[in-house]
């Protein structure tokens, strides 16, 4: 592909170098290798499920072990909330007062206003009504619920549509509302606080919306800190523009605007990568911004966040000092056996047929490189019919199988193996992570060196009345930790509660105790 000198300008600019394009432009045309998978990870095939000893050991292993590791939750923050209010925008643009059988027609938006008087947000709505003269109970008698929509979702009005999820109110405590950005502040007091009572939290944020959240910040945190007994410190970051890409129409030819200048579209969540690589913590706890609830419902995360870190802390101790005692010298056929063993059954790692043909320099050599590799601890729930990924064996270009969390997208769905082992799975990613980003000599591991490029994936999107294709970067928890050790542990659904559409606030675990 050619690029005028205006195009070289534009991308340099924008960060990124003609290698980097050039690149994005070869994934277009030969879109990227699907995942092979071998099989579903399930309940003792790749997945941990705990028994009540174990949960002891590992809840134990965190309050010995957590004191001597700096700590911090990592929250991906940067999403609009208009996805959650979809149906809404639908409605509310095609709906002329007009329907046959409004129930059936929009069961979403009649589930919506039927309940609007349980929604945490419903006060500031009637006094945003009312500030215009309107009476939000007249309008729900005489059904014209498009002006009620509008002025909770535009701009001028209470901005729903635009704001940030983690900045809208999702639960209520009688008089007082909470958002998911204070629910996470509360969390992170009860897992991620050092010996001190600090409490390191990183969000990432977009750009238009980060003034908003330090504001936000500013006017919440004396209160928590108190209420708490913790001392915040709290950042942001942003996702940088050299990880966006360049999109392009259905011919693969780059897409331009009334300008005619390139456009380009972020890399999905697996830009955050560098994000989390620019951190300074041994622990790292990873938790999506809309799987919040309300305190009479949060023991069950705080208890299992606690065991999915006091597991890593001990795995992580054991592999370091494998790793020091084979740094030292050449290990012995006895000392190594009990090295591989920790690795195949305690770290879930395949070593492969032609392993125990190695001699012994040789063997000691791979499992230097297989444990010398940041580490997760990954809480993983039952199926319960949300979209995303979920845990395999995958095959390995070197024959080997390996754990990964893969997405629908990267599997080739008319392989019908392929599609049978993924009808095959039990278990589903909550994005519920916890990992150790130090190597055994205390340096942290560069987290770029042990991601799979190819792991990314091409996806279509509109802009006005064009539809294009960009590409997402390999996903943070999939793609992007794909060298990373990883094990999976069955967690209780009850860790597991986000919130995707706005009527997803109107389950019971995000209502308020006295209503369930």
Partial sequence: ?????????????????????????????????????????????????????????????????????????????????????????????????????????????????????????????????????????????????????????????????????????????GNLHRTPFEEHLIEGANYAKDAQGIVRMHFTVSGKHRKLFESTLRQVRSYYQFALNVKYHISFSEQSPTTDQLAVDQYNEPVRDQQGRLIFHPGGHGSLLHNLNNLSADIVFIKNIDNVVPDWAKQPTFTYKKILAGLLMRLQQQSHGYLRMMSKSQLEEKELLNIEKFVQTQLMIDLGSAFCQQNLNSRQQRLVRLLNRPMRVCGMVRNQGEPGGGPF?????????????????????????????????????????????????????????????????????????LTLKTQELPGLWNGAMADWITLFVEVPIETFSPVKSVNDLLRPEHMPAPLR
């Fill in 1 to 173: 592909m050619s690029f005028s000198p205006e195009d070289i300008n534009q991308i340099q600019s924008h960060g990124l170098t003609m290698e980097l394009v050039n690149q994005q432009m070869l994934n277009y045309r030969n879109g990227f290798p699907k995942i092979r998978l071998a099989a579903p990870a399930t309940v003792g095939n790749g997945i941990l499920k705990l028994s009540k000893s174990q949960v002891a050991s590992a809840l134990g292993d965190y309050e010995l072990l957590a004191p001597q590791h700096s700590m911090l939750k990592f929250v991906p923050a940067s999403g609009a909330a208009s996805r959650m209010f979809k149906d809404l925008f639908t409605f509310a643009s095609s709906y002329f007062g007009v329907s046959h059988n409004f129930a059936k027609e929009f069961p979403e938006v009649q589930r919506f206003v039927d309940n609007l008087r349980n929604f945490p947000f419903y006060t500031d709505l009637k006094n945003t009504m009312a500030r215009a003269s309107l009476d939000i109970e007249e309008y729900l008698e005489r059904g014209d619920y498009t002006t009620i929509i509008n002025f909770l979702l535009q701009d001028r009005y209470l901005s729903y549509g635009s704001l940030p999820k983690a900045l809208l109110k999702f639960h209520t405590y």
């Fill in 393 to 465: 064996w995958v095959l390995d270009e070197d024959g080997s199988k390996s754990l990964q969390i893969v997405e629908a997208n990267q599997i080739n769905r008319n392989d019908p193996t392929q599609e049978a082992i993924l009808r095959q799975s039990t278990h589903f990613n909550p994005v519920d992570l916890v990992c150790g980003l130090r190597d055994y000599k205390g340096h942290y591991f560069n987290l770029p060196d042990y991601s799979n490029p190819n792991a990314g994936f091409i996806a279509k999107k509109s802009s006005g009345p």
